[in-house]
């Protein structure tokens, strides 16, 4: 019965969702979940884009979908991609922080120095000698760095704020 | 306070909010389509992953503009990204003209230093536009334009290192660049222009004037020009027309032939 599902319910559902290019975190860890609202058997999920060419947003619907219907077949989702509040990256949780290192991904910088350039440890040895070797990564998301330490290539994820 | 397409719709403010957005939407489609020729031949791998990741980001900002016109409904965003000629077209003529002789198949020769200097001429009076943007009176429009803003961020900075980088190499890198800015400074009036519409634009509250994006601009380019220790130029042209008024040349017409190609084999097709 729907009426059984509740908020949390749903939140465990799309923590199942994961991230289609990192696939160790959900979509919830990213931040990306903005609003989860349910009238009878209509569930609107709000969802928030990283960056708004991403190709994956199709697929993360997709899959919100499904995720949903697997709770009760008789739902019907409503998955909007909504601008305000923007995504940014301080909206990742500490739980996707962790996860995003187990990938080999460095969580995005919480700080900017003053010329709004950042620095990342190593998500493998945690070394602080590290360099960037490309802003520009596989994904709009992310960057390509170098590990001096342990002298592994690694990603990290680009900080995205409304201060700049 | 925000603006609501139904209360536009009654005082024919709509027109004006659409002529604004076909210039953003289209200025990103065709730089970003550009940008995608360059797939494979930028200098060197590193730039290939970033340049493809910047047409990627500005493709996005197209169909988020192109999106914004389907919700006041002038179309479909397919359609009004594919289907329309190119004297339906509002891009600035700069952002169309090839990016050098050849195909990108077949024996491309094409003029990097003019990538650069386009790109960033392009993007730095974009990211003028686009803070103007976020306290645009039409609130969706103002939603998008903080999300544009942060990701131009990274684009300004990438598109500026290249330009400093390679006038401060000297000798042939240096002859190539300050030949790139004359042709660029030929068109880019084009690209600083609201066209004809552009007075209700600024008067309705959706966009600074001309006249403020243009100072702004220029404002913000000078210190990078005198960095470089190369004069700023006095005027800027509209040498092959004015895209904002539907001018423009065959380059644009090849790359919409080209572009729209898959599109036109089945306009209802779902891809």
């Known amino acids: 019965m729907v009426t059984d599902i509740n908020k949390q319910v749903i939140v465990e559902a799309l923590h199942s969702v994961k991230d289609p290019e990192i696939d160790s975190i959900s979509i919830i860890d990213l931040g990306m979940v903005e609003g989860i609202e349910q009238d009878g058997h209509t569930v609107t999920i709000q969802l928030l884009p990283t960056f708004m060419g991403c190709p994956a947003l199709d697929i993360i619907k997709k899959n919100v979908i499904t995720a949903l219907k697997a709770l009760d077949k008789n739902l019907s989702i409503n ?86 | 306070m925000g603006r609501e397409a139904k209360e536009m719709t009654a005082n024919n403010d709509l027109q004006f909010l659409s002529e604004l957005l076909f210039q953003l939407a289209d200025d990103d489609f065709i730089i970003s389509y550009r940008g995608s020729e360059w797939l ?20 996005g900002h197209a169909a988020m503009f192109y999106q914004l016109l389907e919700d006041i409904g002038v179309g479909k965003v397919d359609d009004l990204a594919h289907s329309r000629t190119s004297t339906e077209r509002k891009n600035a003529v700069l952002l169309e003209l090839v990016n050098g002789p050849g195909n990108y198949l077949r024996q491309p020769q094409y003029d990097w230093a003019f990538a650069v200097v386009r790109n960033y001429f392009y993007t730095q009076a974009k990211k003028i536009r686009v803070e103007s943007l976020k306290t645009s009176s039409y609130q969706p429009l103002a939603d998008v334009a903080v999300k544009v803003n942060m990701e131009l961020y990274y684009h300004l900075l990438h598109w500026k290192t290249w330009f400093t980088q390679l006038m401060m190499a000297g000798g042939d890198a240096r002859t190539r660049m300050e030949k790139a800015v004359q042709t660029v400074v030929a068109d880019f009036e084009g690209m600083l222009t609201l066209g004809p519409k552009g007075k209700e634009m600024a008067e309705l509250g959706f966009i600074d004037t001309e006249e403020v994006l243009k ?15 190369l004069d700023f130029p006095s005027t800027f042209e509209m040498k092959n027309g004015n895209g904002r008024i539907g001018q423009h040349t065959a380059d644009l017409d090849d790359a919409l032939s080209t572009l729209s190609e898959v599109y036109n084999i089945n306009p209802v097709a779902t891809w």
């Open chain 1, 79 to 164: 998955v909007q991609f909504i601008y305000s509040p923007p995504w940014t990256s301080d909206r990742v949780t500490e739980e996707g922080r962790e996860r995003l290192k187990e990938f080999g991904i460095a969580p995005p910088p919480r700080q900017l120095d003053e010329n709004g350039g950042w620095a990342v440890n190593c998500p493998y040895c945690d070394s602080v000698y590290t360099t960037m070797e490309n802003l520009f990564g596989p994904t709009a998301c992310r960057s390509i760095l170098y590990c001096k330490g342990c002298k592994n290539p690694f990603e990290a994820m680009k900080p995205v704020s409304t201060m700049m």
């Open chain 2, 40 to 59: 494979g031949l930028a200098p060197h791998i590193e730039e290939d992953v970033a340049f493809s990741s910047i047409s990627q980001d500005t493709m």
């Open chain 2, 215 to 229: 100072t702004r601009t220029i404002n913000a380019m000078k210190p990078i020009f005198e960095s470089i220790n």
